[in-house]
Antibody
Framework: QVQLQESGPGLVKPSQTLSLTCTVS??????????WSWIRQPAGKGLEWIGR???????NYNPSLKSRVTISVDTSKNQFSLKLSSVTAADTAVYYC?????????????WGQGTLVTVSS | DIQMTQSPSSLSASVGDRVTITCQAS??????LNWYQQKPGKAPKLLIY???NLETGVPSRFSGSGSGTDFTFTISSLQPEDIATYYC?????????FGQGTRLEIK
């Protein structure tokens, strides 16, 4: 059973960089036709896709965040990471990592439990 | 970006009721649409993929239909454990986008 777990600071100061890591267990991050994604959800609001990475290192980002986002992968640790620079209070949200399965279909089938990141001084 | 519009935003229904949620895309997305259920404090859970395919292990009272721009999600007989917020999501074009959610409550 694949499991994902987010980790990282729960509090980030404005203008600093938010850094989160997602550790994948129960399967290799390198195997199969999967993208590894980050999605966020402000309190009481909907879901916003941030971006994704393939194990080759190929990335796609949401244009609304592209200038501030970097997603990377460390296959040796079975982890992928998110960096979001120049954060403001608007970046306060629960951040989820998720596996995106892409065979004939395309969907997020495994999610982490989510981690709340608050941007505040 | 493709805009996904769900209706209603919230819905109150009784146990045993048939519940229907609609999702409209701002352009043709074929059948590239998924539905998720999110319970409070939990991550979303995939229920329906490719508009009408039931994910393994999901009860058969959940179903989906539609193609193009108009999609429907149905719970045939509402159960107490179905209380959640439901989201549609398109994957026809990047960025992936979600509907704003439909909050389902028990009457």
């Amino acid at each position: 059973q694949v499991q994902l777990q987010e980790s990282g600071p729960g509090l980030v100061k404005p203008s600093q960089t938010l850094s989160l890591t997602c550790t994948v267990s129960g399967g290799s991050i390198s195997s199969g036709s999967y993208y590894w994604s980050w999605i966020r959800q402000p309190a009481g609001k909907g879901l916003e896709w941030i971006g994704r990475i393939y194990t080759s290192g190929s990335t796609n980002y949401n244009p609304s965040l592209k200038s501030r986002v970097t997603i990377s992968v460390d296959t040796s640790k079975n982890q992928f990471s998110l960096k979001l620079s120049s954060v403001t209070a608007a970046d306060t949200a629960v951040y989820y990592c998720a596996r995106e399965t892409m065979v004939y279909e395309d969907y997020f089938d495994y999610w982490g439990q989510g981690t709340l990141v608050t941007v505040s001084s | 970006d493709i805009q996904m519009t769900q209706s209603p935003s919230s819905l109150s229904a009784s146990v045993g009721d048939r519940v229907t949620i609609t999702c409209q895309a701002s352009q043709d997305i074929s059948n590239y649409l998924n539905w998720y259920q999110q319970k409070p404090g939990k991550a979303p859970k995939l229920l329906i993929y490719d508009a009408s395919n039931l994910e393994t292990g999901v009860p058969s009272r959940f179903s989906g239909s539609g193609s193009g721009t108009d999609f429907t999600f149905t719970i045939s007989s509402l159960q107490p454990e179905d209380i959640a917020t439901y989201y549609c999501q398109q994957y026809d074009n990047l960025p992936v986008t979600f509907g704003q959610g439909t909050r389902l409550e028990i009457k």
